[in-house]
């Protein structure tokens, strides 16, 4: 399984896209780690989460695919938008991706998955 500095250049752009879309729909940050967590998974995924430049507005998913960890951080504001079920079946569909192997194309179903479910409704007027 890749870690981050192992991804292709296409790889990254498969995430890149996805992470752009998942932005465009919802409004929110998205932010993916791939890489070993220092400490404990869900410890380090916090920490990374607050070093970002708005956390409250944020998701960031993290991917230890050597420690076969993954982690959905939401930020304050985002679980407004984005609730603990709606990153629970995210996070069953990237598993079974990377179950098959696919840690890219997990993170990216992953992704565009939370994205969608954060996605804001569109307004109709009116005029009475």
Do not use: W
Not at 19 to 34: C, K, M, Q, R, Y
Not at 53 to 71: G, I, K, N, Q
């Amino acid at each position: 399984m890749p870690a981050g500095n192992d991804l292709t250049p296409q790889q990254l752009d498969r995430i890149q896209r996805a992470v752009d879309n998942a932005e465009s729909v919802s409004g929110l940050t998205f932010s993916v780690f791939i890489g070993i967590a220092e400490e404990d998974s869900r410890t380090y995924a916090t920490r990374l989460h607050a070093g970002l430049a708005d956390p409250d507005h944020s998701v960031l998913v993290l991917c230890d695919p050597e420690f076969r960890a993954l982690e959905i951080i939401t930020g304050a504001e985002t679980r407004r938008d984005l609730d603990d079920v709606e990153c629970r079946l995210a996070a069953a569909s990237m598993q079974s991706s990377f179950a098959g192997g696919d840690i890219v194309g997990g993170l990216v179903l992953g992704v565009q998955q939370l994205g969608e479910s954060a996605r804001k409704p569109r307004t109709l007027h009116v005029n009475p």
